[in-house]
């Protein structure tokens, strides 16, 4: 017979049967760091860690390489004016960032600043805990407390008591808190550290920041009536109240930032201050700025900072979840509407919360938890038009929206969805199986991200299978959608935050869970160490009716990959959908290799490709094999 040729249809279709993804396609049926390039199957580039240094108490920059305190929720990029240095400014569930020449300020805002302190600081030997006295702190449990000036105490070097990312705060009284250092004293010490220290204090709980995860709210209205004994705490298994993790919003003013906590205050931060973001309420002149907000974002090209799930003008402090607000024109400290500025509010209808925002075109694009509003600019008297563009098309979380051009894309609560200018669902050959996956108490934590170069949008989510439990899972799986080639590809990353090539950032750049940023696209490896990757396809029927049984003794390979790649075939064959596969192999791939000889015999073949080494780089074309009719035996 002459040799067959294996033609895979793009992208991976998981909610069907194996066999059904054969016949109807052929498709691909799982696989992990591979893309779709094209219409053909291609391993993902690897990615390189960037190094940046920290930033001491004092402002000084250190030759010690550091990372972020918290997990990175939100992230933006941009070139200031005045100085045309890059920026980056970060928001964990704990601090604010800015990352210039290769060095992490912490801009996080300030609650609360105690100075010239007597030996506020204890110390004990062999303990790496230092109890800090200073009446009437005000601090909780998970805030943050910098230290300035302190003198060495009981072994504990000045160096790590004076660190600008501060210290996490246990409260002991309300007088008294403790911290924990790198290193244990070497004696005990009732009262020390200077005489003149100061204290400065992040913003924190109280602030909406600390929350790192979907933890359970306990207490009183927790659970159902009944559901235990008075006087008995409640079990997290009775609980049906999640706390929102902690989010930041972070929208470019100018070259300036406004930066917004989820259920918290809108901040400000001037780029030629150099100190921190500082509340726009506190700015002189401000006026009816909303005191807790759920997201902002700013309008285009009219300049207005929106305020989406705020305080209403009339209730202070007290947050309307379906509430919008805007400032006025070109002026984000003037929030009391008059009949000579442009400042408004507006209460959407359908849903119960707003949950995510992006824009599109002239449009600011609005998603509750039901529905999709469109938001645009009229000018007076009217200032702003809302229209509702859909409904039964809710958000999943706050980050899970992206606008590709004029189209918007996001991940529902149990489908996709996109908006060209009519709201349509998004065929999804992976829907069920990514939707069976993630763990709906972090579903929030989903992030879109999308990747220009490859006309790529993806999600990345917390999987059901991830080894943290309920311990604060992050992010460990994705989802992926080629808006070119139609196609859905699965895989593995722990990433927390992604942003695309921008400017001088000539390649993706995205956070780990453990603060550390890699750049994307750069290499073949995982910042040195081995990719492992694979695709797999549907098994293929060797013969138009499947009737017969078919000897396979040879595969030509069609592969472009560079003289270092070796990749691994694997082939499973079966007699019937629902048999046991048969493998054959691993066979070796090269540059040099042209045929592959086997002796693989069945009615049905599927074919395993991947790559396990630290410079591997190869993309598939069409295979094509010779299949012998063969008999029974």
Known sequence: MPFQLMQI???IVKDITT???GKNGPFWVDGDLVRFKNGYATKIGGWLKEVFNRVDASGDVTDTETSLQGIARAMVFWRAITDGEDRIAIGTHNHLYIIENSSLYDITPLRKTTSNLTNPLKTTN??????????????LNGDFVVINSAASVGGVTDVNLNRSEGYEITVLTANTYSITVPTAATSTVAAGGGTTIDISYLIGVEAGLGQQSGDPALGWGVGSWGGSTWNTPRSISVSDVKLLNSQWSLNLWGEDLIATVRGGGIYYYDTSSAGRAVLVSSIAGALSVPTTTRISTISFPDRHVLAL??????????IDPMQVRWSDQEDFTDWQPTITNSAGDQRLEIG?????????????????????????????PFIFSFRLLAANCGAGGKNVMMTVDSTVFWMGKSNFFVYDGVVKELPCSVQYYVFDRIQNDFIDKTFAAHNKKYNEVTWFYVSNENSAGLNNPEP??????NYADQAWSIGTLNRTVWSDAFGARKVPFAFDENGILYNHETGDNDNGSAMSTFIESAPLELSATGDNLF?????????????????FVTLKTRKYPNDTDTNKGTFTITSSTKKISTRAK????????QSTGTSDDWQLGDFRINAIQDGSR
């Open 126 to 139: 062999e303990s790496t805990t230092v109890v800090v006295t200073d009446n009437s702190h005000g601090a």
């Open 9 to 11: 249809k793009p992208g």
């Open 352 to 380: 119960t919360q707003i949950v995510a925002t992006t824009t599109s075109k002239d449009e600011t694009i609005i998603a509750t938890d039901e529905a999709l509003y469109g938001m645009t600019f009229v000018g007076p």
């Open 551 to 567: 000897m396979v003794d040879k595969i030509v390979p069609d592969i472009t990959l560079t003289d270092d790649t070796n990749v």
């Open 19 to 21: 066999y059904s993804a």
């Open 476 to 481: 460990d799986s994705y989802v992926s959608f």
């Open 602 to 609: 069945g009615r049905q073949m599927a074919m395993k490709i």
């Open 309 to 318: 799930g705020t305080d209403p003008i009339s209730s202070s402090g007290n």
